[in-house]
C-alpha cells in the first residue's frame, strides 16, 4: 500500500511494547491527533532493533525512522534499552556517510503513560522528515538496467 | 634486522606447527603469506613494504593448533581483537614483532606504472621504491605510494608480541584525525548518496572485502548468503550491494581497527573502508575506543553506562 | 498457508474514520490471504463465533484482527484461535484503532494506514510458527512491599488462603498512615480500634513474616520464581530481646529528635517507639540524634534495659527471600505544602496539616487527644480549614483530585466540635468531592448538625494579627467577596503524592509509574491490580490516591490475584524466547555477555563453544538476536525474516 | 569579582517625589562600587496610564529607553522604581517573546530596537548580584537595635513570572539585607499586601484603609521604622501617614523609609547624600536609638 502521495512521506517507527507502544496507545486513548504518515512495527524491547533494520528501510525507500523504547532505567527488561542507546547513537552518526541526512532518523524515550509526548515526539519528528523531503531509493537494480527501463517508459 | 626475525622464529619453531610470514610471490613487487614449517622455509622470509597482508586473518581458522605469526603493528591489533573475542587461545598464538616503515598501496603503483607485464626487478632504499619492468625502470617516491591507513598510523609496532625484534619506530601521528572523512562529508548529502550508488554500482559481489577481513569471523554463516536470516537477496542490483556494505561496516562496529584489508581486496577499487573509519570515529568519540588495543577490555557496543557521558539525547 | 483478516468496526470506533470494508478487500490481495471480511465487534462473542466458524468453513490456518491494541486483546483472540483449534500463536493483531482512528479523521489516510497495518501484520504472520509453551514450578510465597492498610489486607488475605507471606516494610511499624489517624469517616468509628487488630494478626499470623524497619534493596528473577534483596537497616536494638517496655524511651535524654510518626508536631527521643499500638511494638535508634553514637557519650538506654537489647554496634544486613509473586502496596506521602506560602505553612506554628490535626485529635498523641495549639497550647476556638492543599492545582504540579480530602476535612470539622463544643470551624473549598456510600450525607452531617460553614474559594492569604490570631483571607466565590476570617488555628488539607522513593522502587520492579510517580496499572479499567509485570501486582495508594475502603478492596483484590496465580499446578512461560541456530553459532559468546537475565549459558557441542536459551528464564526481548552479527540467536515471533517482512511491506512501491 | 556596573534608569518619580530614593539609591552604589551608567536622554516609561490605555504604546515608551541602553552595551538595565520595572521587563518579555509585537513596537519609535538587555531592580542585583555579605563588609554604622518591618509592596515580585525575583508571597531579600545592615527585622506578615496604591487620589478612603492596616500591624510588631523599596508605597504610608491617623483614628509616628536610606546610613553616608530630611515623618527619633537599646539591655 503506497503512502499517500504528495501528502504522506514514508515514515517506520519501531516501538517496544512496553513503554512506547502503550504510550502510542495512551495517545489514542486520549484522542491526541498526530499525522498519519507513521507506521509502527511493534518490538519487544528497543534492544531488539538491530540498527540494520534501520539501515534497511532507508536502502528500501524509507523517507524517516524513529525507534522509541522505554526511558532510561525503566526498561521492561531491564538493560535493553541502554544498549539501544548506545548502538542507535553511533548509527546515527554512521549514516551521515552514506548520504543520509542523521535527522532522517531518531530515537528516543516515550513511557505508557506519555500519550502528550508522543504526540508530541510523532508530529515534531513527523515535520522534521517533510522539512527534508523524501529521500530517493536506492535502484533493486544496477544503474544501466534502470536507465535502460526509464528510457523505456518516457 | 630480518636476519634476527629470522633467528627468532627458528628458534621458536620446534614449540610450533608452523610461523605465519611473508615470502616473495609470484613476481618483485608481489609478496605472499608464507607458512614456515622448517628452518629453511624461515630462510624465504622477507619485510618490506611489500608485506601488505594482514595475516591475522588466518588466525580463528586456525584455533586449537599452536601457530607463530609474523605482525605489522595494525596487524597486531587484528590479533588482540580476536583475543578479546575468544576467538583465538593466547597460549596457542606466538607472536612475532617488528617495527613498520609503512606499506605500499599496489593500486597507487598501478597507477604509475601501468599495467606492466613481469616485474623484474623491485628496489627500495630511503624513501624511493624502483620498480623494473619490461626494460623501463620506474621511480617512485614511498609516501606517494604509500597505504593511506599509513598516512595517520598511529602504532608501527605491535601492541603486543612475545617477541620483538628492531628498533621501536616513532608512530606516524599522535592522534587520528580523519580528515579523509571530513573531506568526503564536506560534499552534500546527495552527492555522497550519488557517489555510493556508482560506486556500488561497480560492485561485483565477490566479497573480496569480507574474505580478507581478520573479523569477519562469521565466515560461512554470514548473513549476506543465508536465507534464515534473509537480509539480502542475490539479485545484482546497488541495493543489496550497498545493503551489504553497511552490514559488513556495522558488524564491524567498534571492533574494526581500519586495517585496510577490504579496501586493500577490493578488485574494482571502492573505498569501502571509509564506512568503517566513519564508525571508528564515532566509536572514539562517543567512548573514547580504540577497537585492538586491550584484548581484556569490553568493547563499547558490549555495555553501557546508565548516565551516558558523551551521548545527548533529543529534547522534543 | 490460509489467512484469514477480520475488520473490526468497534461500533464506531473504529468505523467512524475508517472505512474498514475496504481495507477488508485490499487486504485479499495481500499474500496467502483467503478469506477477509468487516465484523461489529470482532471481540464480542458473536465476533469470536464468526471468526471461529470463518476458520472452520475456508480451512484458515492463521488470523489477522485488525481492531484495538494487541496490549488489550491478544490474549482474548488467541483463546479464539485456540478454541478453534488453532495455535494461538497463528495470530497477529494490527492496531487500528489506537494507532489509527482515534488520533486523525482524515477517512482516506485512515483507510490507507489501516490497509498498510493489515499487511504488515500478514507478512508477520505468514513467518509465524505455531508455539508452546514451557511449564515451570512456581514458588509459592508473596512479598508484599509496604504494611499499610492495603498490605495488611493483602498479606492477610493471602496468609489466610495458606500462601506463606514476606512483609516489609519502611517504619519501624507496619499500619501505615491510617495508624496515625484518629477516626475514620463516614462511620466516625476509632481507627486504631479497626486496624489494631488487624495488625496483630499480621504479627501473630504463622505463614506471615514481617521485615519493619526495611527495604526492599533489589529485585531479580521473574513470575513465580523472583529473588529479592531486603535490606533490614541497623535499629541498633535486638528484637529478639527488646520486649518494648520503653524504659530506654524514658531515660534518653536526646529529647530534641523528630518523632514521624506524630507528624513532627512535637520533638521525640533518638530512641523511640512510635505508639503504644506499634507492631512490632519494638524500639529503634534514631542514628544521627543518638548521643552515643554521634559523640559516644551516654549510652543511658543500655544501662536501664532490663534484656540488655541495646547493640550500637548494628549494621544493616542484606536479607534474600524468594518469592513467586509480589504486591507493591507502598501507599502515599504528603504534598509539601510549604510551597504555599501565603498559607505560612512551615512559617506560623499554628496552621497545621490535616495529619499533624489527626495527631492532636488522637488520643494516643502528643496532646493526649487534646487539641492545644502549637504556639502557645491554648484551645482554639475558630478553626479554619484550607482544602485542596496541592490537589486540583496546576501551578504545583498537582492537576490530579486527591479523593479524601474532602471526605476527612468534613470529619475534621465534625470531631472538632466533638472535642470543643463551643467551637466554629470555617472549610475554604473549590468543590465537595463526595461519591460514596453515606460520603455526601457525612459532609451534608458536618454542615446541618455540626455547623461547620462551608465557604466556596480559595485562600489568598493567611497571616498572624499580631493579637495571637491569623487572619485567613480568601474569596467567597458564592457570595462574589472577599471574606477574613479570624483563626486560632488553620488546618491545611493537605493532597496526597506517591510515596518517596516510588520511581526507584518501580525500577527495581521494572513496571512503569507516570509522571506524579504514581504505579501504573496494567489497565485502567480492566487490570486495575496488575502491572505490565506477570506476578507483580498493586494495591492501595501506590497506584493513585485512594481512601482506606478503596485501598482495603485493592489489597483483597492483589491477593486473589496472586491466590490465582499460585492456584495453578505450574505456570507456562511465554514462548516467545530465543533460539539458537546451533549451525550458524560461531560461539563469540556476545549474547550471553549481554543477555540481562543469564538466559544463555555457553556450552560445547562437538568441541565447538555454541550458545544455548534458558527457555523459562529467557524474557524474550530479543537484546541477542539483535547483537548477534550473523543471526544465530533469533527471537521466536520478532525474527529478522519478520521484521524484514514488516519493513519490506512498508516500503514497496 | 570585576566592578560590577550597568544602565541606569532612574525613573520620573525619581526626579520628583521620591528624589531622595534616587539620591540614596545612587550614593549608596557609589559607596558599595557599584557603576550606575545613567541611559543618555532617558524618557518615561509610561507608567500606569500608557499600559492603561495601550499596550504597544506602553512598550514603546518603555523599550525606547531599553534601546537606547542597548546602543551603551549594556546587557543588564536597573531601576529602583517597581513600576518603571514592571513596564520594562513587560516590554523587553513581550518583545522578545513575540517579532510579530516587536514590529508593531518599533513601527512606533525611530530606532528601531535590535538587542533587548534584561532589567532588574536596584534591590535584586544588591541582593543577588552583590549580595548581603557584601553589604555587611562596608558597614560602619550597623544599625542594631533598629526594629524594622520591610514592605514589599504588591508589584515588586509580581506577577512572579514577570518579575523572576524572590518569593511572591514572602519575599526575603530586602530582609536579609537589612540584616546585613545590623537591624532586627521583625516577622511582618503584610509584607506584599497592597498599600492602596494609585487610588490616594481617586478612592483616598481605601489607601486610609489600606495603608493604615500595615501601620498598625508594624505597630502592633513593635517597629521603629518600615523599610520599602517603591515610591508609590513610601508615599503613602509616610506623606499620608497624617491623613491616615486622623482616618483611623490612629497615632502613628512611623518613620517609613527607602532600604536605600537605612543601607547608607549603615555605611555612614553623609545624611545630604541620603536625603533624609525628604521625609515627612521624622525619622531621627528612630535613628538616634539605634545602638541605645542594646546599652540599656
Given amino acids: 500500500m503506497p503512502v499517500l502521495e504528495g501528502r504522506e512521506l514514508r515514515i517506520i517507527g519501531f516501538l517496544c511494547n512496553w513503554c512506547s507502544y502503550g504510550g502510542a496507545d495512551t495517545a489514542g486513548v486520549a484522542r491526541f491527533d498526530q499525522p498519519t504518515d507513521l507506521r509502527i512495527i511493534r518490538v519487544p524491547c528497543s534492544g531488539r532493533i538491530d540498527p540494520l533494520f534501520v539501515a534497511k528501510a532507508f536502502m528500501n525507500g524509507a523517507d524517516g525512522v524513529l525507534v522509541s523504547g522505554c526511558h532510561p532505567r525503566d526498561c521492561h527488561y531491564a538493560e535493553g534499552n541502554f544498549y539501544a542507546r548506545r548502538r542507535l547513537e553511533v548509527f546515527k552518526n554512521f549514516i551521515s556517510v552514506l548520504g543520509i541526512e542523521p535527522e532522517r532518523f531518531e530515537y528516543t524515550w516515550v513511557s505508557a503513560s506519555e500519550g502528550q509526548r508522543w504526540q508530541e515526539v510523532v508530529t515534531k519528528f513527523t515535520n522534521q522528515v517533510h522539512t527534508l523531503g523524501p529521500l530517493a531509493p536506492v535502484p533493486e537494480i544496477s544503474l544501466d538496467r534502470l536507465a535502460a527501463t526509464e528510457t523505456a517508459q518516457p | 634486522m630480518l636476519e634476527q626475525l629470522k633467528d627468532t622464529i627458528k628458534k621458536a619453531l620446534p614449540e610450533l606447527d608452523f610461523v605465519i610470514g611473508w615470502g616473495m610471490g609470484f613476481d618483485a613487487l608481489h609478496a605472499t603469506p608464507l607458512f614456515m614449517y622448517e628452518p629453511e622455509d624461515v630462510d624465504k622470509l622477507v619485510w618490506g613494504p611489500l608485506n601488505v597482508h594482514n595475516l ?127 573531506e568526503f562529508e564536506s560534499q552534500p548529502f546527495e552527492e555522497r548518496r550519488d557517489f555510493w550508488m556508482k560506486e556500488m554500482d561497480r ?112 529534547e522534543w | 498457508m490460509k489467512i484469514g483478516v477480520f475488520v473490526c468496526h468497534c461500533g464506531s470506533n473504529i468505523e467512524g474514520t475508517v472505512d474498514t470494508k475496504t481495507v477488508a478487500e485490499a487486504s485479499l490481495d495481500f499474500p496467502e490471504v483467503t478469506f477477509a471480511t468487516d465484523t461489529m465487534y470482532a471481540c464480542s462473542e458473536p465476533g469470536q463465533d464468526g471468526i471461529i466458524e470463518a476458520i472452520e468453513e475456508h480451512k484458515l490456518d492463521g488470523v489477522v484482527v485488525a481492531s484495538c491494541t494487541p496490549r488489550m486483546h491478544e490474549p482474548t483472540f488467541r483463546k479464539t484461535l485456540e478454541r478453534a483449534g ?42 509465524n510458527q505455531p508455539l508452546t509453551p514451557k511449564e515451570f514450578d512456581i514458588n509459592r510465597r508473596v512479598l508484599v512491599i509496604g504494611g499499610g492498610v492495603a498490605g495488611i489486607q493483602a498479606a492477610l488475605d493471602c496468609a489466610e488462603a495458606g500462601l506463606e507471606v514476606v512483609m516489609v516494610e519502611r517504619e519501624s511499624t507496619i499500619g501505615g498512615k491510617m495508624a496515625k489517624l484518629d477516626k475514620t469517616f463516614p462511620t466516625v468509628d476509632c481507627s486504631s480500634c479497626i486496624l489494631g487488630p488487624r495488625m496483630v494478626e499480621i504479627a501473630q499470623h504463622p505463614n506471615i513474616t514481617l521485615y519493619a524497619y526495611s527495604e526492599v534493596e533489589s529485585v531479580s528473577g521473574y513470575v513465580g520464581n523472583f529473588e529479592v534483596q531486603v535490606k533490614k537497616k541497623a535499629t541498633y536494638v535486638d528484637w529478639a530481646k527488646c520486649t518494648g517496655c520503653g524504659e530506654c524511651v524514658e531515660k534518653c535524654p536526646s529529647r530534641k529528635a523528630p518523632d514521624p510518626f506524630n507528624e513532627l508536631l512535637a520533638p521525640g527521643r533518638a530512641i523511640n517507639i512510635p505508639f503504644p499500638q506499634a507492631i512490632p511494638k519494638k524500639a529503634y535508634i534514631q542514628a544521627e540524634h543518638c548521643i552515643k553514637l554521634t559523640k559516644d557519650k551516654c549510652g543511658n538506654c543500655a544501662k536501664v534495659c532490663p534484656s540488655d537489647a541495646i547493640n550500637f554496634e548494628a549494621k544493616d544486613e542484606i536479607i534474600t527471600e524468594e518469592v513467586g509473586g509480589i504486591i507493591a502496596a507502598t501507599g502515599y506521602d504528603l504534598f509539601d505544602w510549604t510551597v504555599y506560602e501565603e498559607y505560612g505553612g512551615g512559617r506560623y506554628p499554628d496552621v497545621v496539616t490535616s495529619l499533624q490535626y489527626e495527631r492532636m485529635l488522637s488520643a494516643s498523641g502528643p496532646t493526649g487527644g487534646h487539641v492545644k495549639r502549637p504556639s502557645d497550647g491554648k484551645e482554639p476556638k475558630k478553626v479554619v480549614f484550607i482544602q485542596c492543599v496541592g490537589s486540583r492545582d496546576k501551578s504545583v504540579g498537582r492537576p490530579y483530585c486527591s479523593g479524601f480530602c474532602c471526605m476527612y476535612t468534613a470529619k475534621q470539622a465534625i470531631l472538632t466540635k466533638d472535642h470543643i463544643p463551643d467551637s466554629e470551624s470555617y472549610v475554604f473549598y473549590m468543590d465537595i468531592r463526595a461519591p460514596g456510600k453515606l460520603y455526601d450525607e457525612f459532609t451534608r452531617r458536618a454542615m446541618e448538625e455540626y455547623g461547620a460553614q462551608y465557604i466556596r474559594g480559595r485562600v489568598g492569604m493567611v497571616y498572624p494579627d499580631g493579637e495571637g490570631q491569623l487572619v485567613v483571607r480568601g474569596a467567597d466565590t458564592l457570595m462574589g467577596t472577599q471574606v477574613e476570617v479570624k483563626a486560632d488555628l488553620v488546618v491545611l488539607a493537605v493532597g496526597a503524592e506517591a510515596a518517596k522513593n516510588s520511581p526507584q522502587l518501580a525500577e527495581k520492579l521494572r513496571i512503569s509509574y507516570d509522571a506524579y510517580g504514581f504505579f501504573m496499572e496494567g489497565h485502567p479499567k480492566l487490570k486495575p491490580v496488575e502491572t505490565n509485570t506477570a506476578g507483580v501486582y498493586l ?78 528464564v529467557c524474557q524474550g526481548c530479543g537484546l541477542c538476536a539483535a547483537t548477534c552479527p550473523q543471526g544465530a540467536v533469533q527471537l521466536k515471533h520478532f525474527t529478522d525474516n519478520q521484521i524484514l517482512a514488516e519493513v519490506e511491506a512498508l516500503c514497496r512501491f | 569579582m570585576s566592578k560590577l556596573s550597568y544602565a541606569y534608569y532612574p525613573g520620573c518619580s525619581g526626579q520628583g517625589t521620591s528624589m531622595e530614593y534616587e539620591m540614596s539609591t545612587r550614593a549608596l552604589c557609589e559607596a558599595l562600587d557599584i557603576d550606575l551608567k545613567e541611559i543618555p536622554d532617558w524618557s518615561c516609561c509610561g507608567s500606569t496610564p500608557a499600559h492603561a490605555c495601550d499596550h504597544v504604546l506602553s512598550a514603546a515608551l518603555s523599550g525606547r529607553n531599553l534601546g537606547l541602553a542597548a546602543d551603551m552595551g549594556e546587557d543588564c538595565v536597573l531601576t529602583p522604581c517597581p513600576s518603571c520595572l514592571t513596564n520594562l521587563k513587560n516590554a523587553g518579555q513581550h518583545m522578545s517573546g513575540s517579532e510579530e509585537f516587536k514590529e508593531k513596537v518599533n513601527k512606533l519609535l525611530d530606532e528601531p530596537i535590535g538587542e533587548i538587555p534584561d532589567v532588574k531592580s536596584v534591590l535584586q542585583i544588591l541582593f543577588e548580584d552583590l549580595g548581603p555579605k557584601g553589604v555587611k563588609e562596608k558597614v560602619i554604622k550597623p544599625l542594631s537595635g533598629l526594629k524594622v518591618v520591610t514592605y514589599y509592596g504588591c508589584i515588586l515580585t509580581r506577577p ?130 539605634i545602638g541605645k537599646k542594646e546599652d540599656a539591655a
Avoid at chain 2, 234 to 256: E, Y
Avoid at chain 3, 107 to 127: F, G, P
Avoid at chain 4, 225 to 236: D, G, H, R
Fill in chain 4, 160 to 289: 512572579p513570572k514577570l518579575m523572576e525575583f524572590d518569593s511572591e508571597e514572602n519575599p526575603i531579600s530586602m530582609d536579609r539585607l537589612m540584616e546585613a545592615a545590623g537591624a532586627k527585622v521583625l516577622p511582618f506578615p503584610l509584607k506584599t499586601e497592597c498599600c492602596g496604591a494609585s487610588h490616594g487620589v481617586a478612592r483616598k478612603d481605601l489607601v486610609m484603609k489600606l495603608s493604615g492596616k500595615l501601620l498598625d500591624m508594624a505597630e502592633q510588631l513593635g517597629a521603629d521604622a518600615v523599610v520599602t523599596a517603591c515610591p508609590l508605597c513610601q508615599m503613602n504610608l509616610d506623606l499620608r501617614q497624617g491623613q491616615v491617623n486622623s482616618a483611623n483614628k490612629t497615632s502613628h509616628k512611623l518613620p517609613v523609609f527607602y532600604y536605600t536610606q537605612l543601607l547608607g546610613w549603615a555605611l555612614g553616608l553623609p545624611q545630604a547624600q541620603l536625603g533624609l530630611d525628604k521625609l515627612c515623618v521624622n525619622p531621627m527619633p528612630a535613628l538616634r536609638g
Fill in chain 3, 86 to 127: 488453532l495455535n494461538p500463536y497463528m495470530f497477529e493483531m494490527a492496531n487500528i484503532r489506537e494507532h489509527v482512528s482515534w488520533i486523525g479523521k482524515d477517512r482516506e489516510a485512515n483507510t490507507n494506514k489501516a490497509a498498510d497495518l493489515v499487511r504488515i501484520a500478514v507478512e508477520k504472520l505468514r513467518r
Fill in chain 3, 539 to 616: 494495591a492501595g495508594a501506590c497506584q493513585g490516591a485512594k481512601d482506606i475502603p478503596a485501598s482495603v478492596g485493592q489489597g483483597s483484590a492483589a491477593a486473589a490475584k496472586v491466590i490465582g496465580l499460585f492456584s495453578k499446578e505450574k505456570l507456562k512461560s511465554d514462548p516467545q524466547t530465543a533460539l539458537v541456530d546451533i549451525k550458524r553459532c560461531i560461539g563469540c559468546g556476545k549474547c550471553a555477555e549481554t543477555c540481562p537475565f543469564g538466559a544463555i549459558n555457553m556450552t560445547e557441542f562437538r568441541g565447538q563453544p555454541k550458545a544455548e536459551v534458558l527457555e523459562t
Fill in chain 2, 203 to 314: 560492485c561485483i559481489r565477490c566479497y573480496a572485502c569480507r574474505n580478507a577481513c581478520p573479523l569477519c569471523v562469521c565466515r560461512d554463516h554470514c548473513v549476506a548468503q543465508s536465507r534464515d536470516p534473509h537480509w539480502l537477496s542475490q539479485q545484482d542490483g546497488v541495493r543489496d550491494k550497498f545493503m551489504f556494505q553497511i552490514i559488513h561496516a556495522t558488524h564491524l562496529a567498534g571492533r574494526c581497527t581500519t586495517c585496510g584489508e577490504c579496501e586493500r581486496a577490493c578488485p574494482v577499487d571502492i573505498p569501502v573502508l571509509l564506512f568503517k573509519r566513519k564508525f571508528t570515529k564515532a566509536i572514539k568519540d562517543t567512548f573514547d575506543y580504540d577497537a585492538g588495543l586491550d584484548p581484556e577490555a569490553t568493547p563499547p557496543l558490549l555495555a553501557f553506562k546508565a548516565n551516558e557521558d558523551n551521548i545527548k539525547e533529543k
Fill in chain 2, 56 to 182: 591475522a586473518t588466518y588466525l580463528p581458522a586456525l584455533k586449537g593448533r599452536k601457530v607463530g605469526i609474523v605482525v605489522k603493528g595494525c596487524d597486531s591489533r587484528s590479533v588482540a581483537e580476536l583475543l578479546q573475542e575468544n576467538l583465538i587461545n593466547r597460549e596457542d598464538v606466538v607472536i612475532f614483532g617488528a617495527p613498520c616503515r609503512g606499506t605500499v598501496s599496489l593500486t597507487k603503483i598501478r597507477k604509475v606504472i601501468g599495467n606492466t607485464g613481469l616485474i623484474e626487478d623491485v628496489n627500495y632504499a630511503d624513501g624511493t621504491l624502483t620498480v623494473k619492468a619490461e626494460g623501463a625502470s620506474h621511480e617512485m617516491a614511498l609516501k606517494d605510494i604509500r597505504a593511506d591507513k599509513c598516512g595517520y598510523c598511529r602504532f608501527p609496532n605491535a601492541v603486543l608480541s612475545d617477541h620483538f625484534v628492531g628498533e621501536k619506530r616513532a608512530p606516524q601521528v599522535e592522534e587520528d584525525t580523519f580528515e579523509d572523512l571530513a
